[in-house]
């Protein structure tokens, strides 16, 4: 049970927690810096994009590839 209350930030101080040393409002306060920020949230948005069409194009690309492989392997096996 105590440790629930230390998670929850309960009143014992010496309990060792997952707090740290700078305190909870500095944390929330410089990682929420673009939160208001709209462009900076369309910026995240757009790069998130541009990373799932590279990892589309390496998968594509990886299964071209052990295709082309299976096809050399099969044809060697079966003489085409």
């Given at each position: 049970?105590?440790d629930?209350?230390d998670?929850?930030?309960?009143s014992?101080?010496s309990?060792?927690?997952?707090r740290n040393g ?10 929420s ?6 462009e ?11 990373a799932?069409?590279?990892e ?5 690309s990886l299964?071209?590839?052990f ?5 050399r392997?099969?044809?060697?096996v079966?003489?085409?």
């Amino acid at each position: 049970m105590r440790d629930l209350e230390d998670y929850r930030g309960g009143s014992s101080a010496s309990a060792p927690g997952p707090r740290n040393g700078s305190g909870e409002g500095a944390v929330s306060s410089s990682s929420s810096w673009w939160a208001g920020d709209p462009e900076a949230k369309r910026r995240r948005r757009v790069a998130a994009y541009k990373a799932y069409a590279v990892e589309a194009r390496v998968k594509a690309s990886l299964r071209r590839g052990f295709r082309w492989i299976k096809d050399r392997c099969t044809g060697i096996v079966h003489r085409r």
